[in-house]
Nanobody, 124 residues
Framework: QVQLVESGGGSVQAGGALRLSCTVS????????MGWFRQPPGKEREGVAT???????TYGDSVKGRFTVSQDNAKNTLYLEMNGLKPEDTGVYYC??????????????????WGQGTQVTVSS
């Protein structure tokens, strides 16, 4: 079966950086539109970044210029490079896969496979 496993979360101070990884098994990553979402404490899940099968990228407004999404098809892994972290970036970060086209604006509904999440905590 398809499995997505996130790693790389942790606790950092404001201004710091983290790199999240999402390793996919049971399928090939380049067959899906892939995305990163996050859920801040007490808030709804929100889109962070997506990359489709053509390599087109979309980002949430709050992370543009600070976060970079990429994927390594040979390793079947999705990445999220996060720089200039702010306390408001705190939350559980999830990777997800959509069969059809996706974007941050399209929301989480199109995504059918999800990882278990990894915690990111940014202190001021």
């Amino acid at each position: 079966q398809v499995q997505l496993v996130e790693s790389g979360g942790g606790s950092v101070q404001a201004g710091g950086a983290l790199r999240l990884s999402c390793t996919v098994s049971g399928t090939t990553i380049n067959s899906y539109c892939m995305g990163w979402f996050r859920q801040p404490p007490g808030k709804e899940r929100e889109g962070v970044a997506t990359v489709n099968t053509l390599g087109d990228l979309t980002y949430g407004d709050s992370v543009k210029g600070r976060f970079t999404v990429s994927q390594d098809n040979a390793k079947n892994t999705l990445y999220l490079e996060m720089n200039g972290l702010k306390p408001e970036d705190t939350g559980v970060y999830y990777c997800a896969a959509a069969v059809f086209e996706c974007s941050v604006a399209s929301g989480p509904q199109r995504f059918i496979y999800w990882g278990q999440g990894t915690q990111v905590t940014v202190s001021s």
